[in-house]
Protein backbone atom coordinates (compact mmCIF):
# COMPACT_ATOMS: atom_id res chain seq x y z
CA UNK A 1 0.00 0.00 0.00
CA UNK A 2 1.40 3.56 -1.22
CA UNK A 3 1.63 6.38 1.40
CA UNK A 4 0.60 9.97 0.64
CA UNK A 5 1.14 12.88 2.67
CA UNK A 6 -1.54 15.60 1.96
CA UNK A 7 -0.46 19.37 3.18
CA UNK A 8 -3.35 20.80 4.26
CA UNK A 9 -5.75 18.30 4.06
CA UNK A 10 -8.46 19.28 6.69
CA UNK A 11 -8.82 22.02 3.87
CA UNK A 12 -11.69 22.81 1.01
CA UNK A 13 -9.85 20.90 -1.68
CA UNK A 14 -7.70 18.89 0.17
CA UNK A 15 -10.46 17.17 2.63
CA UNK A 16 -11.93 16.02 -0.90
CA UNK A 17 -8.39 14.71 -2.00
CA UNK A 18 -8.22 12.61 1.06
CA UNK A 19 -11.10 10.61 1.11
CA UNK A 20 -10.64 10.24 -3.03
CA UNK A 21 -7.22 8.66 -2.53
CA UNK A 22 -8.76 6.41 0.56
CA UNK A 23 -11.08 4.90 -1.60
CA UNK A 24 -8.03 4.37 -4.29
CA UNK A 25 -6.61 2.82 -1.64
CA UNK A 26 -3.82 4.27 -0.66
CA UNK A 27 -2.79 5.54 3.13
CA UNK A 28 -3.18 9.09 3.64
CA UNK A 29 -1.22 11.34 5.98
CA UNK A 30 -3.00 14.83 6.45
CA UNK A 31 -1.40 17.49 7.72
CA UNK A 32 -2.80 20.71 8.82
CA UNK A 33 -2.49 23.98 11.29
CA UNK A 34 -6.04 24.44 10.97
CA UNK A 35 -5.32 28.62 10.12
CA UNK A 36 -7.89 27.82 7.44
CA UNK A 37 -8.36 24.11 7.10
CA UNK A 38 -11.34 22.78 9.32
CA UNK A 39 -11.87 19.06 11.21
CA UNK A 40 -15.09 19.21 10.45
CA UNK A 41 -13.95 18.53 6.67
CA UNK A 42 -12.47 15.40 7.88
CA UNK A 43 -14.24 14.04 10.37
CA UNK A 44 -16.14 11.83 9.04
CA UNK A 45 -12.05 9.88 7.68
CA UNK A 46 -11.01 9.64 11.17
CA UNK A 47 -12.46 6.08 11.96
CA UNK A 48 -10.60 4.96 8.75
CA UNK A 49 -7.18 2.85 10.17
CA UNK A 50 -5.92 4.12 6.51
CA UNK A 51 -6.12 7.48 7.66
CA UNK A 52 -4.17 9.84 9.91
CA UNK A 53 -4.21 13.89 11.31
CA UNK A 54 -1.30 15.43 11.91
CA UNK A 55 -1.50 18.91 12.88
CA UNK A 56 1.37 20.73 12.06
CA UNK A 57 2.86 23.77 10.49
CA UNK A 58 4.15 23.18 7.58
CA UNK A 59 6.51 26.51 7.38
CA UNK A 60 8.67 24.78 10.54
CA UNK A 61 10.62 21.47 10.28
CA UNK A 62 8.42 18.31 8.77
CA UNK A 63 9.22 15.14 10.77
CA UNK A 64 7.93 11.69 9.36
CA UNK A 65 8.79 8.38 10.28
CA UNK A 66 7.13 6.14 7.93
CA UNK A 67 8.11 5.64 4.45
CA UNK A 68 6.39 8.42 2.14
CA UNK A 69 5.85 7.85 -1.91
CA UNK A 70 3.56 11.10 -2.89
CA UNK A 71 3.59 14.48 -1.41
CA UNK A 72 0.70 16.38 -2.48
CA UNK A 73 1.62 20.71 -0.99
CA UNK A 74 -1.93 22.36 -1.10
CA UNK A 75 -1.53 23.57 2.55
CA UNK A 76 -1.99 27.56 1.75
CA UNK A 77 -4.32 30.56 2.82
CA UNK A 78 -6.51 31.13 -0.53
CA UNK A 79 -9.05 33.26 -0.35
CA UNK A 80 -9.30 37.26 -0.54
CA UNK A 81 -9.97 37.48 3.17
CA UNK A 82 -7.11 35.76 3.63
CA UNK A 83 -4.60 37.93 1.77
CA UNK A 84 -5.21 40.76 3.95
CA UNK A 85 -5.71 39.53 7.33
CA UNK A 86 -2.62 36.67 7.12
CA UNK A 87 -0.47 37.63 4.21
CA UNK A 88 2.66 36.83 5.93
CA UNK A 89 1.15 32.96 6.66
CA UNK A 90 0.21 33.10 3.20
CA UNK A 91 3.66 33.53 1.77
CA UNK A 92 5.27 31.29 4.60
CA UNK A 93 3.30 28.35 3.24
CA UNK A 94 4.14 29.02 -0.34
CA UNK A 95 7.94 29.81 0.46
CA UNK A 96 8.73 27.90 3.88
CA UNK A 97 5.88 24.90 3.29
CA UNK A 98 7.30 24.34 0.02
CA UNK A 99 11.06 24.32 0.91
CA UNK A 100 10.49 21.90 3.83
CA UNK A 101 8.17 19.56 1.36
CA UNK A 102 9.92 19.33 -1.05
CA UNK A 103 12.88 18.48 1.28
CA UNK A 104 10.97 16.04 2.72
CA UNK A 105 10.29 14.34 -0.82
CA UNK A 106 13.89 14.64 -1.50
CA UNK A 107 14.73 12.49 1.56
CA UNK A 108 11.84 10.20 1.35
CA UNK A 109 12.48 9.80 -2.57
CA UNK A 110 8.90 10.26 -2.73
CA UNK A 111 6.52 12.26 -5.88
CA UNK A 112 6.36 15.62 -5.42
CA UNK A 113 2.84 17.40 -6.25
CA UNK A 114 2.96 21.62 -5.87
CA UNK A 115 -0.93 23.13 -5.54
CA UNK A 116 0.07 26.25 -7.80
CA UNK A 117 -3.10 28.89 -9.22
CA UNK A 118 -4.13 30.31 -12.32
CA UNK A 119 -3.06 33.50 -10.15
CA UNK A 120 0.15 33.12 -11.23
CA UNK A 121 -0.69 34.99 -14.20
CA UNK A 122 -1.98 38.18 -12.24
CA UNK A 123 -4.89 39.91 -14.21
CA UNK A 124 -4.25 38.50 -17.67
CA UNK A 125 -3.40 40.35 -21.04
CA UNK A 126 -4.45 36.87 -22.55
CA UNK A 127 -7.45 35.14 -22.31
CA UNK A 128 -7.66 31.97 -22.31
CA UNK A 129 -4.54 31.33 -20.77
CA UNK A 130 -2.11 28.68 -21.42
CA UNK A 131 0.78 27.25 -19.57
CA UNK A 132 3.38 29.41 -21.47
CA UNK A 133 1.78 32.46 -20.50
CA UNK A 134 4.13 34.41 -17.80
CA UNK A 135 1.60 36.71 -16.18
CA UNK A 136 0.78 39.64 -14.86
CA UNK A 137 0.99 40.47 -11.65
CA UNK A 138 1.56 43.14 -9.13
CA UNK A 139 3.76 41.74 -6.32
CA UNK A 140 3.19 44.44 -3.70
CA UNK A 141 -0.96 44.27 -4.23
CA UNK A 142 -3.09 43.50 -1.57
CA UNK A 143 -3.13 39.83 -3.73
CA UNK A 144 0.78 39.68 -3.82
CA UNK A 145 1.46 37.53 -1.18
CA UNK A 146 -0.51 34.66 -2.68
CA UNK A 147 0.58 35.39 -6.39
CA UNK A 148 4.18 35.73 -5.38
CA UNK A 149 4.08 32.38 -3.00
CA UNK A 150 2.86 30.75 -5.78
CA UNK A 151 5.06 31.55 -8.31
CA UNK A 152 8.51 31.12 -5.96
CA UNK A 153 6.82 27.88 -5.14
CA UNK A 154 7.03 26.49 -8.73
CA UNK A 155 10.29 28.35 -9.50
CA UNK A 156 11.64 26.05 -6.04
CA UNK A 157 10.11 23.17 -7.48
CA UNK A 158 11.49 23.22 -10.86
CA UNK A 159 14.82 23.53 -9.10
CA UNK A 160 14.53 20.77 -7.39
CA UNK A 161 13.62 18.87 -10.39
CA UNK A 162 16.61 20.27 -12.17
CA UNK A 163 19.59 19.92 -9.54
CA UNK A 164 17.89 17.12 -7.22
CA UNK A 165 16.21 14.78 -9.99
CA UNK A 166 12.83 14.99 -7.72
CA UNK A 167 9.43 13.87 -9.57
CA UNK A 168 8.04 16.83 -9.37
CA UNK A 169 4.03 17.86 -11.03
CA UNK A 170 2.45 20.98 -10.80
CA UNK A 171 -0.92 22.42 -11.14
CA UNK A 172 -2.21 25.93 -11.70
CA UNK A 173 -5.65 25.50 -10.54
CA UNK A 174 -8.64 27.73 -11.82
CA UNK A 175 -11.74 28.63 -9.83
CA UNK A 176 -13.07 25.70 -8.28
CA UNK A 177 -15.91 25.62 -5.74
CA UNK A 178 -18.20 22.67 -4.21
CA UNK A 179 -19.00 21.67 -0.90
CA UNK A 180 -16.31 22.42 2.14
CA UNK A 181 -15.77 25.67 0.71
CA UNK A 182 -15.61 27.65 3.84
CA UNK A 183 -18.78 29.98 3.89
CA UNK A 184 -17.38 33.43 4.31
CA UNK A 185 -13.94 32.96 2.53
CA UNK A 186 -14.75 36.32 0.46
CA UNK A 187 -14.79 34.18 -3.04
CA UNK A 188 -17.71 34.38 -4.99
CA UNK A 189 -19.34 31.27 -4.93
CA UNK A 190 -19.92 31.31 -1.24
CA UNK A 191 -20.86 35.21 -1.38
CA UNK A 192 -23.38 34.46 -3.73
CA UNK A 193 -24.79 31.49 -2.28
CA UNK A 194 -24.64 32.56 1.29
CA UNK A 195 -26.11 35.98 0.55
CA UNK A 196 -29.08 34.11 -1.47
CA UNK A 197 -30.05 32.04 0.95
CA UNK A 198 -30.60 34.95 3.48
CA UNK A 199 -32.50 36.73 0.83
CA UNK A 200 -29.66 39.86 1.32
CA UNK A 201 -28.43 41.53 -1.88
CA UNK A 202 -25.83 39.46 -4.12
CA UNK A 203 -22.57 41.81 -4.10
CA UNK A 204 -20.87 42.50 -7.20
CA UNK A 205 -17.52 44.35 -7.15
CA UNK A 206 -17.16 46.78 -9.99
CA UNK A 207 -19.92 46.10 -13.46
CA UNK A 208 -19.74 42.31 -12.85
CA UNK A 209 -18.33 42.70 -16.41
CA UNK A 210 -15.09 40.61 -15.07
CA UNK A 211 -14.95 36.78 -15.82
CA UNK A 212 -14.63 33.77 -14.12
CA UNK A 213 -14.64 30.19 -15.01
CA UNK A 214 -15.96 27.78 -12.20
CA UNK A 215 -15.11 23.75 -11.91
CA UNK A 216 -16.36 21.42 -9.73
CA UNK A 217 -14.22 19.90 -7.03
CA UNK A 218 -14.51 16.35 -7.74
CA UNK A 219 -13.51 17.41 -11.45
CA UNK A 220 -10.31 18.77 -10.17
CA UNK A 221 -9.56 16.21 -8.00
CA UNK A 222 -10.19 13.21 -10.79
CA UNK A 223 -7.75 15.75 -12.69
CA UNK A 224 -5.08 16.17 -9.65
CA UNK A 225 -4.87 12.00 -9.55
CA UNK A 226 -4.41 11.60 -13.31
CA UNK A 227 -1.72 13.96 -13.30
CA UNK A 228 -0.27 13.21 -9.99
CA UNK A 229 0.42 9.29 -11.56
CA UNK A 230 1.38 10.74 -14.98
CA UNK A 231 5.59 11.10 -16.18
CA UNK A 232 4.53 15.51 -16.46
CA UNK A 233 6.98 17.56 -15.11
CA UNK A 234 6.12 21.03 -16.45
CA UNK A 235 2.85 22.97 -15.14
CA UNK A 236 -0.68 22.33 -16.12
CA UNK A 237 -3.83 23.83 -16.04
CA UNK A 238 -6.95 22.76 -14.50
CA UNK A 239 -10.24 24.14 -14.32
CA UNK A 240 -13.35 24.51 -16.03
CA UNK A 241 -13.08 26.57 -20.08
CA UNK A 242 -16.71 27.26 -19.70
CA UNK A 243 -16.25 31.45 -19.00
CA UNK A 244 -19.00 33.78 -17.52
CA UNK A 245 -19.36 37.45 -16.64
CA UNK A 246 -19.76 37.82 -12.50
CA UNK A 247 -23.43 39.77 -13.35
CA UNK A 248 -24.36 36.51 -15.24
CA UNK A 249 -23.15 34.44 -12.38
CA UNK A 250 -25.26 36.18 -10.41
CA UNK A 251 -28.42 35.57 -11.74
CA UNK A 252 -27.68 31.70 -12.24
CA UNK A 253 -27.52 31.74 -8.67
CA UNK A 254 -30.66 34.07 -8.32
CA UNK A 255 -32.27 31.32 -10.50
CA UNK A 256 -31.60 27.90 -8.98
CA UNK A 257 -31.77 29.26 -5.08
CA UNK A 258 -35.06 31.34 -6.37
CA UNK A 259 -33.93 34.00 -4.13
CA UNK A 260 -35.65 36.86 -3.52
CA UNK A 261 -32.24 38.87 -3.25
CA UNK A 262 -31.31 41.53 -5.32
CA UNK A 263 -28.28 42.69 -6.99
CA UNK A 264 -25.67 45.42 -5.21
CA UNK A 265 -23.14 46.82 -6.84
CA UNK A 266 -19.79 48.19 -5.08
CA UNK A 267 -16.03 49.38 -5.63
CA UNK A 268 -13.91 46.90 -7.69
CA UNK A 269 -10.78 45.85 -5.11
CA UNK A 270 -7.14 46.21 -5.95
CA UNK A 271 -5.69 44.41 -8.74
CA UNK A 272 -8.97 42.07 -8.91
CA UNK A 273 -8.49 40.35 -12.82
CA UNK A 274 -10.27 41.44 -15.01
CA UNK A 275 -10.21 37.94 -16.88
CA UNK A 276 -9.67 34.56 -15.38
CA UNK A 277 -10.36 31.04 -18.21
CA UNK A 278 -7.97 28.69 -18.71
CA UNK A 279 -7.02 27.01 -21.12
CA UNK A 280 -7.10 23.43 -20.36
CA UNK A 281 -5.82 21.79 -24.33
CA UNK A 282 -2.70 20.16 -22.67
CA UNK A 283 -4.29 18.47 -20.03
CA UNK A 284 -7.06 17.23 -22.38
CA UNK A 285 -4.63 16.03 -24.96
CA UNK A 286 -1.70 14.45 -22.83
CA UNK A 287 -3.73 13.17 -19.69
CA UNK A 288 -7.41 12.96 -21.14
CA UNK A 289 -8.75 15.30 -18.58
CA UNK A 290 -11.82 17.55 -19.13
CA UNK A 291 -14.08 18.52 -16.57
CA UNK A 292 -17.57 16.78 -16.57
CA UNK A 293 -20.06 18.45 -14.02
CA UNK A 294 -22.22 20.92 -15.28
CA UNK A 295 -21.98 25.00 -13.41
CA UNK A 296 -26.25 23.97 -12.84
CA UNK A 297 -25.50 20.22 -11.24
CA UNK A 298 -22.27 21.39 -9.37
CA UNK A 299 -23.93 24.64 -8.26
CA UNK A 300 -27.25 22.68 -7.14
CA UNK A 301 -25.07 20.21 -5.00
CA UNK A 302 -23.33 23.10 -3.60
CA UNK A 303 -26.40 24.98 -2.68
CA UNK A 304 -27.84 22.24 -1.13
CA UNK A 305 -23.99 21.70 1.63
CA UNK A 306 -24.56 25.78 2.62
CA UNK A 307 -28.15 25.00 3.21
CA UNK A 308 -27.16 21.91 5.87
CA UNK A 309 -24.39 23.47 7.29
Not at 81 to 98: E, H, M, N, R
Not at 250 to 272: C, M, Q, Y
Request: hydrophobic share 35%; with cysteine; charged share 25%.
Amino acid sequence: MKTVLVTGGAGFIGSHLCEFLLEKGFKVICMDNLITGNEDNIKHLKGNKNFNFVKHDISEEIKVKEDIDYILHFASPASPVDYQKIPIQTLKAGSLGTHNTLGLALKKKATYFLASTSEVYGDPLVNPQKESYWGNVNPIGLRGCYDEAKRFAEALTVAYHRIHKVDTKIIRIFNTYGPRMRKYDGRVVPNFINQALENKPLTIYGKGKQTRSFCYVSDLVNGIYKLMLSDINDPVNMGNPEEHTILEFAEIIKKLTKTKSKIEFNELPEDDPHVRCPDISKAKKELGWEPKVSLKDGINKTIEWFKEN
